[in-house]
């Protein structure tokens, strides 16, 4: 059974950094393409990062390029986003998920393998 445990969120100023983590387990990573997603209050969850299950590429939606960045580190398992100069719309409940086949633009509904999420708060 997969599993993914994400860590790492927490109240940050404007301009601030905060690194998520996501531990997986029960499954071969490696073979999953993997992604973080966010969802405010009252909205729909959204596609923030993905990168594929070697790690060799990367895709960000347009309002987080340049500011955050996804890797992934298959033999610990581990998923991760670096998140600088952040914003307060940055503000989410952050998750992490998993697929077998990465379609872009990424949509929730292909993943199989979902995290519990992790609150992020920009405020000060």
């Known amino acids: 059974q997969g599993q993914l445990v994400e860590s790492g969120g927490g109240l940050v100023q404007p301009g601030g950094s905060l690194r998520l983590s996501c531990a997986a387990s029960?499954?071969?990573?490696?073979?999953?393409?993997m992604a973080w997603f966010r969802q405010a209050p009252g909205k729909e969850r959204e596609f923030v990062a993905a990168?594929?299950?070697?790690?060799?590429?990367?895709y960000y939606t347009d309002s987080v390029k340049g500011r955050f960045i996804i890797s992934r580190d298959n033999a610990e398992n581990s998923l991760y986003l670096q998140m600088n100069s952040l914003k307060p719309e940055d503000t989410a409940l952050y998750f992490c998920?998993?697929?077998?086949?990465?379609?872009?633009?990424?949509?929730?509904?292909?993943?199989?393998?979902w995290g519990q999420g992790t609150q992020v708060t920009v405020s000060s």
């Open positions: 029960g499954r071969t990573w490696s073979m999953y393409a």
């Open positions: 990168i594929t299950g070697s790690g060799d590429d990367t």
């Open positions: 998920a998993a697929t077998l086949v990465l379609r872009l633009p990424a949509r929730a509904s292909e993943f199989d393998y």
